[in-house]
């Protein structure tokens, strides 16, 4: 099965301030194919955060996605595990892609 | 009128390509801007008002830009001072300016800016402070467990300490952007196109081909802005320009500032030519209220951790049922000799999970395993007890009884090593203000 990490060029995550986690997946060429098929839920469930708090935005122009939601365990709290949270997008990138023409 | 700004990099500290920025002060600026830190490398430095930097590091880089400051005879502002923004690292990198000035031969007029906020101020605004989206709760009686905490100031501040007249402002924690957007508001340009500038420009070249070369130069004019790296070798192209805005932000489009936030929905980038971008058409909503966002760090307690290294291999295969049976031994052991405690203690399989915790989904066949053990617990001398009653179990423990004795690695002696205070993040607050320079200070000194 292939993963997001095989159709996108880059996928990164990065703290946006400590309480926030942001995923970029730069799509490049297969963006219409990302667009189409991501699947929001089983990116919610491997965050294990509820879907409605995860935010995603599709740029046409930059052919990027970009996911938000509040950082699974805020930055420098006890069970922390990443400062940065930079590491987190290779939790997206191994995901599958919803089935063609699912969506 | 076009405002121009050097921006050496995305933080003093980090380094940039000296001849960049030979190269910037060679065609000329009207202001050198720099940001100095970040929460990003986590609550310990607000925590403890330090530098996350080395010093030499920082003084290093600050020589090369108070000498371009005096070739130029412009402006040298740098943002959040010393990681953190807190009052005393402003007063750290004012030595540090003293330091150099007496090196370098030069008499700069000097403006401060302090940025933090003291317990008894937080209490007589506790009405005007509300919590944003995913804020921890937080009540005014836990007002005095705060260690540090700084409100971020944004254009009108920095404009503040710019109209002392002062050749370099050295201002505490302010936001990202604000340094470099306070020039070109003053002197009139599109506002929105100084913050949209300023967010692009923030990190210095990471907007760029080559990041590793720092400088940039951004230039604000009454319709928008142009970008460019300084490095010949490196590029700005409409999408590592737009791709920019997209970086450390929650939103791909919005910007929230103190006073109001930029909106770069309709926005058009465009290569001006193989190394420029121009970018027109973002604009600035100014808010109702006037609000900074605040910062505070507290102690969470005290920790210890030790490492054990696991090579065995019939101990790797079942390492996660040896981890359990082994927390669950050490939490009763813990509880019978020191009787009911307030602490904390995880055991992290450095090769199995130890980056992603209960979200890792690969099972993975190491050749070896890194248990990392971390204790926190409300005093430093309670921390080290129980990590000193945990130091045998981590070395010895069986996973049944009836197997030979077993021995694992520690890589040093002790084991245990004392982490000392730990801080967490309590803020994601707005503070409203009645006018920007409300709850901030300026000074000046020569």
């Known amino acids: ?103 | 009128m076009t405002t121009k700004v050097l921006v050496p990099s995305g933080v003093l500290g980090l380094g940039f390509d000296r001849e960049a920025l030979a190269l910037g002060v060679a065609e000329g600026a009207d202001i050198i801007a720099i940001d100095g830190g970040s929460t990003d490398s986590g609550p310990f430095y607000l925590g403890t008002a330090q530098s996350k930097y080395a010093r030499a590091t920082c003084k290093a880089e600050w020589r090369d830009l108070m000498l371009a400051r005096a070739q130029l005879d412009v402006p040298l502002v740098i943002g959040s001072a010393g990681t953190c923004g807190a009052d005393s690292m402003v007063d750290w990198m004012l030595a540090l300016t003293q330091e150099l000035a007496v090196e370098l031969g030069q008499s700069p007029k000097i403006a401060l800016l302090y940025s933090e906020q003291s317990q008894t101020t937080l209490q007589s605004r506790w009405s005007q402070i509300s919590p944003l989206a995913a804020a921890p709760a937080f009540e005014q009686q836990d007002i005095d467990t705060l260690s540090h905490c700084v409100a971020l100031a944004g254009v009108e501040q920095i404009q503040a300490a710019l109209d002392t007249g002062a050749d370099i402002i050295i201002a505490g924690r302010c936001t990202d952007t604000a340094v470099i957007a306070a020039l070109p508001i003053s002197r009139g340009e599109h506002v929105a196109a100084a913050w949209h500038g300023g967010k692009i420009a923030e990190c210095g070249a990471l907007c760029t081909s080559h990041p590793v070369t720092g400088c940039v130069m951004l230039e604000v004019d009454q319709t928008g802005f142009t970008i460019r790296p300084l490095h010949p070798d490196a590029q700005c192209t409409p999408h590592s320009v737009s791709a920019h805005m997209l970086y450390e932000n929650a939103d791909p489009v919005v910007l929230y500032e103190p006073g109001g936030h930029l909106d770069v929905s309709t926005a058009q980038y465009r290569a001006l030519d193989e190394r420029s971008v121009r970018v027109e058409g973002s604009t600035w909503i100014k808010a109702e209220r006037y609000t900074v966002k605040l910062e505070a760090a507290r102690i969470r307690g005290y920790q210890y951790s030790l490492l054990a290294l696991v090579r065995d291999p019939h101990y790797v295969k079942h390492i996660r049922q040896w981890s359990a049976h082994l927390q669950g031994f050490l939490h009763r052991l813990i509880e019978d000799t020191m009787g009911e405690l307030d602490y904390d203690l995880q055991l992290r399989l450095i090769g199995v999970d130890a980056t992603l915790g209960e979200l890792e989904f690969v099972e993975s066949h190491p050749v070896e395993v890194g248990v990392l053990g971390l204790i926190t617990a409300s005093s430093d001398d309670q921390a080290q007890e129980i990590a000193k009653l945990c130091n045998p179990h981590f070395l010895h423990f069986s996973l049944t009884d009836d197997e030979p004795s077993v021995t694992f690695a520690f890589p040093y002696s002790p084991a245990e090593t004392s982490r000392g205070a730990q801080y967490e993040f309590v803020f994601n607050h707005v503070m409203e203000l009645i006018e920007p320079m409300d709850g901030f200070r300026l000074k000046v000194v020569s």
């Open chain 1, 1 to 103: 099965m292939k993963t997001i990490g095989d159709y996108a060029k880059l996928i990164r995550s990065k703290n946006a301030g400590p309480f926030w986690l942001s995923v970029d997946i730069f799509a490049e060429a297969q963006y219409a194919v990302l667009c189409n098929r991501l699947d929001n839920q089983k990116i919610a469930e491997a965050f294990k955060v509820p879907p409605d708090s995860l935010k995603r935005f599709d740029l046409d122009d930059l052919r990027v996605i970009k996911l938000s939601l509040p950082r699974p365990v805020v930055q420098g709290a006890t069970a922390d595990r990443d400062q940065h949270g930079a590491q987190y997008a290779h939790l997206v990138s191994a995901l599958g892609l919803l089935p063609d023409g699912d969506r």
